[in-house]
C-alpha cells in the first residue's frame, strides 16, 4: 500500500525567508502523481503545486517550488520570499495512476513570523 | 459563483441520531469524493462516485452511506452518530476518473460534532 510521510510537524519560517517542507512517500507503481494542498485556518484545501512522476522537471508555480528525487521517493516543498499568507497547515498528497484516490500525509503546520 | 459547496457548514447533534450532509458542484465535473479530516487533522478519502457510480468505498462503517442523486450533487448519510464521528467532512470533485494530474476541487467542510 502506498504512504505518505511528512516529518516534520511543525516548522517557523521569518517573513521574506525561504522554508522546505518535507515529504517521502512510498509506492511500486511507476506511473504517480504528487501534490502539495495548503489549508489556512479557514480549513479551505486549496492546491498548491503538482508534479506527475514521469516529469524529471521540478514543478514550480511563483514562489512555490519542488525537490522530487524519484529515486529517494522524496517530495520537498520550498517557499521562497515567505509572506504571512503562508501561514497553514501543508499537506503532501499521492495518487496513483490509475486511480483518483489522494492520499495524504500527516501534515506541516508552518508558522510566519513577522 | 462557488464552485464545490457543502451544507451544512456546522453541525452538532446528539449520539444516536441520524443526519445528512449535502455537496454540489458547479464545475461540470464527472467524479466527486466525501473525506474525512479528523482531530489530527489527518485527511482520509472515504467514498469516490464517478457520474452516480461508485468506484471507490474504503473501509467505513455502513453507517455511512453516500448517495449521488446526479453527477453534481454527493451527499453524505450517516446513521446512529457515534462520539467518534466528530470530524471535518470535505467534499471534493474532479474532472477525470482516473490519471493525470486532475486537481481535486474541495468543499469548505463540514464540522460534524456529535455530543
Same mark, same amino acid.
Given at each position: 500500500?502506498? +504512504?505518505?510521510?511528512?516529518?516534520?510537524?511543525?516548522?517557523?519560517?521569518?517573513?521574506?525567508?525561504?522554508?522546505?517542507?518535507?515529504? +517521502? *512517500?512510498?509506492?511500486?507503481?511507476?506511473?504517480?502523481?504528487?501534490?502539495?494542498?495548503?489549508?489556512?485556518?479557514?480549513?479551505?484545501? @486549496?492546491?498548491? @503545486?503538482?508534479?506527475?512522476? *514521469?516529469?524529471?522537471?521540478?514543478? &514550480?508555480?511563483?514562489?512555490?517550488?519542488?525537490?522530487?528525487?524519484?529515486?529517494?521517493?522524496?517530495?520537498?516543498?520550498? @517557499?521562497?520570499?515567505?509572506?504571512?499568507?503562508?501561514?497553514?497547515?501543508?499537506?503532501?498528497?499521492?495518487?496513483?495512476?490509475?486511480?483518483?484516490?489522494? @492520499?495524504?500525509? &500527516?501534515? &506541516?503546520?508552518?508558522?510566519?513570523?513577522? | 459563483?462557488?464552485?464545490?459547496?457543502?451544507?451544512?457548514? #456546522?453541525?452538532?447533534?446528539?449520539?444516536?441520531?441520524?443526519?445528512?450532509?449535502?455537496?454540489?458542484?458547479?464545475?461540470?465535473?464527472?467524479?466527486? #469524493?466525501? #473525506?474525512?479530516?479528523?482531530?489530527?487533522? !489527518?485527511?482520509?478519502?472515504? !467514498?469516490? #462516485?464517478?457520474?452516480?457510480?461508485?468506484?471507490?468505498?474504503?473501509?467505513?462503517?455502513? $453507517?455511512?452511506?453516500?448517495? %449521488?442523486?446526479?453527477?453534481?450533487?454527493?451527499?453524505?448519510?450517516?446513521?446512529?452518530?457515534?462520539?467518534?464521528?466528530? /470530524?471535518?467532512?470535505?467534499? /471534493? %470533485? %474532479?474532472?477525470?476518473? /482516473?490519471?493525470?494530474?486532475?486537481?481535486?476541487? !474541495?468543499?469548505?467542510?463540514? $464540522?460534524?460534532?456529535?455530543?
Amino acid at each position: 500500500a502506498q +504512504t505518505v510521510t511528512q516529518s516534520q510537524p511543525e516548522m517557523s519560517v521569518q517573513e521574506a525567508e525561504t522554508v522546505t517542507l518535507s515529504c +517521502t *512517500y512510498d509506492t511500486s507503481e511507476s506511473d504517480y502523481y504528487l501534490f502539495w494542498y495548503k489549508q489556512p485556518p479557514s480549513r479551505q484545501m @486549496i492546491l498548491v @503545486i503538482r508534479q506527475e512522476a *514521469y516529469k524529471q522537471q521540478n514543478a &514550480t508555480e511563483n514562489r512555490f517550488s519542488v525537490n522530487f528525487q524519484k529515486a529517494a521517493k522524496s517530495f520537498s516543498l520550498k @517557499i521562497s520570499d515567505s509572506q504571512l499568507g503562508d501561514a497553514a497547515m501543508y499537506f503532501c498528497a499521492y495518487k496513483g495512476g490509475a486511480t483518483n484516490k489522494l @492520499i495524504f500525509g &500527516t501534515g &506541516t503546520l508552518l508558522a510566519v513570523q513577522p | 459563483d462557488t464552485a464545490v459547496s457543502q451544507t451544512p457548514k #456546522y453541525l452538532v447533534t446528539q449520539m444516536g441520531n441520524d443526519k445528512s450532509i449535502k455537496c454540489e458542484q458547479n464545475l461540470g465535473h464527472d467524479t466527486m #469524493y466525501w #473525506y474525512k479530516q479528523d482531530s489530527k487533522k !489527518f485527511l482520509k478519502i472515504m !467514498f469516490s #462516485y464517478n457520474n452516480k457510480e461508485l468506484i471507490i468505498n474504503e473501509t467505513v462503517p455502513n $453507517r455511512f452511506s453516500p448517495k %449521488s442523486p446526479d453527477k453534481a450533487h454527493l451527499n453524505l448519510h450517516i446513521n446512529s452518530l457515534e462520539l467518534g464521528d466528530s /470530524a471535518v467532512y470535505f467534499c /471534493a %470533485s %474532479s474532472p477525470g476518473l /482516473a490519471g493525470g494530474t486532475y486537481e481535486q476541487y !474541495f468543499g469548505p467542510g463540514t $464540522r460534524l460534532t456529535v455530543t
